[in-house]
């Protein structure tokens, strides 16, 4: 799937036509994936079928040939599962993000957020669900705000927002991160 991206970028780059699109993208292929590729374009002739000259056909028969039936619903099941655990915030967005884009969701933004909020650690939801957000870039903000003042300070009895945001205190708890 990677290989497709980068292979796109370079098609976007350079406005290929459909032809020199299949020929540039054969060029990147090695081993065994080129080895399939020459050996489906000796099938095609040899049973009189046209030759594959869009790219669009390329990509489907790799993708049905290379991508199991089950990749998509494992996605799927990777996000639905993914919790922020020992994760830094960083590194629990890219993960999130990459597996959102992986699953090619469509969905609003509410869906996006409470998805985003159900997988972080639930001292840092608790705070960031306090705060006014609209978007996922701000819940983001939110939660990685709160990660590096817990980490900061070890024990938090109150959030302070910017002049922007009113200041909204959390009950007094102490909070400790894991390690």
């Known amino acids: 799937m990677e290989w497709i991206q980068k292979v796109e970028k370079v098609f976007e780059w350079y406005e290929?036509?459909?032809?020199r699109?299949?020929?540039?993208?054969?060029?990147?292929?090695?081993?065994?994936?080129l080895l399939w590729l020459e050996n489906l374009k000796i099938?095609?002739?040899?049973?009189?079928?046209?030759?594959i000259t869009?790219?669009?056909?390329?990509?489907?028969?790799?993708?049905k040939r290379f991508v199991p039936n089950y990749y998509k619903q494992e996605l799927y099941i990777r996000l639905q599962t993914?919790?922020?655990?020992?994760?830094?915030?960083?590194?629990?967005?890219?993960?999130?993000?990459?597996?959102?884009?992986r699953c090619e969701l469509m969905?609003?933004?509410?869906?996006?957020?409470?998805?985003f909020l159900r997988g972080l650690r639930k001292h840092i939801a608790n705070v960031v669900e306090l705060q006014p957000y609209i978007f996922i870039?701000?819940?983001?903000?939110?939660?990685?705000?709160?990660?590096r003042q817990q980490k900061r300070g070890g024990v938090r009895t109150g959030v302070t927002m910017s002049s922007t945001t009113r200041a909204i205190s959390t009950p007094t708890q102490t909070w400790r991160t894991p390690k």
């Not at 290929?16 to 032809?19: N, P």
């Not at 993914?82 to 994760?87: A, E, H, K, T």
Request: glycine letters at 2%; one cysteine or more; charged letters at 40%.
């Open 21 to 33: 699109k299949c020929k540039v993208a054969a060029l990147e292929l090695t081993d065994y994936t």
């Open 82 to 101: 993914l919790r922020q655990g020992s994760l830094s915030m960083e590194e629990y967005v890219k993960e999130f993000e990459l597996l959102l884009i």
């Open 16 to 19: 290929y036509s459909e032809e």
């Open 54 to 63: 869009m790219w669009a056909t390329i990509k489907r028969v790799m993708k």
């Open 107 to 115: 969905e609003p933004q509410e869906q996006t957020i409470a998805r």
């Open 43 to 51: 099938q095609r002739r040899r049973d009189g079928e046209e030759k």
């Open 137 to 147: 870039e701000e819940v983001i903000k939110l939660a990685t705000r709160v990660e």
